[in-house]
């Protein structure tokens, strides 16, 4: 079973702060990704990384950064926590193939971080 | 620019009715489509798919249909049971490419 860790489901931070998010996964997937998940905003993605030290932009990356320094872990960084970040953070992988990509992607349990 | 949508934002059934959350996209490049079933305090698990060269996929009881020229897609579950309950999204994408997701669904399956 393929399997995403999440360093740690439930966060309280502090404005201006800075918030590590650790993500494993045991399946060598190529591709990770981070989304956060907001009532009425659906999944959406903040980074992502087709392989070590590689990154791209997703939809809403302002305010955070990321880091791929080995294959199976992926981290996102808070630089200066905002309140506006409080919000669930899910980390994602997935295969990366030529062909027929189905696009599965597998999920971790998720990061509760509230900003205070 | 919400490429996904999903319009209801919950969903009430009976036990053993049949269940259609429904989905509207506006990316006609998109090629795939997939469904995730997300519990609370959970992460969101893969539940069925579809390629845009189709217009149905059943998997027991859960069945997507692709209606390409109107770009809507939707998701039958039947007969709908109590441990359905949960949030729905759908998901667009082209191949090789990453995942545009909706605003999901809450499906609340009353016994």
């Known amino acids: 079973d393929v399997k995403v860790t999440q360093s740690s489901r439930y966060l309280v931070k502090r404005t201006g702060e800075k918030v590590f998010l650790e993500c494993v996964q045991d399946?060598?997937?190529?591709?990770m990704f981070w989304y956060r998940q907001d009532p009425g905003l659906g999944l959406r993605l903040i980074y992502f990384?087709?392989?070590?030290?590689?990154?791209e932009k997703g939809d809403i990356p302002e305010g955070y950064s990321v880091s791929r320094e080995k294959k199976e872990r992926f981290s996102l960084i808070l630089e200066s926590a905002s309140t506006n970040q409080t919000s669930m953070y899910l980390c994602?992988?997935?295969?990366?193939?030529?062909?027929?990509?189905?696009?599965?992607?597998?999920f971790g349990e998720g990061s509760r971080l509230t900003v205070l | 620019d919400q490429q996904v949508k999903q319009n209801s934002p919950s969903l009430s059934v009976q036990e053993g009715r049949i269940s259609i959350l429904n989905c509207d996209y506006t990316?006609?490049?998109?090629?795939?489509f997939l469904w995730y079933k997300k519990y609370p305090a959970e992460g969101p698990t893969f539940l069925i798919s579809?390629?845009?060269?189709?217009d149905k996929n059943e998997d027991g009881r859960f069945t997507v249909f692709l209606n390409k020229s109107a770009k809507h897609l939707s998701l039958h579950i039947v007969p709908s049971q109590p441990g359905d309950s949960a949030v729905y999204f759908c998901?667009?994408?082209?191949?090789?490419?990453?995942?545009?997701f909706g605003e999901g669904t809450q499906l609340t399956v009353n016994p």
């Open positions: 998901a667009g994408g082209t191949s090789g490419s990453r995942l545009t």
């Open positions: 399946m060598d997937h190529e591709n």
């Open positions: 990316n006609s490049m998109f090629d795939y």
């Open positions: 994602a992988s997935s295969f990366r193939t030529l062909a027929a990509f189905t696009g599965e992607l597998f």
């Open positions: 579809i390629s845009s060269i189709k």
């Open positions: 990384s087709y392989d070590v030290k590689m990154k």
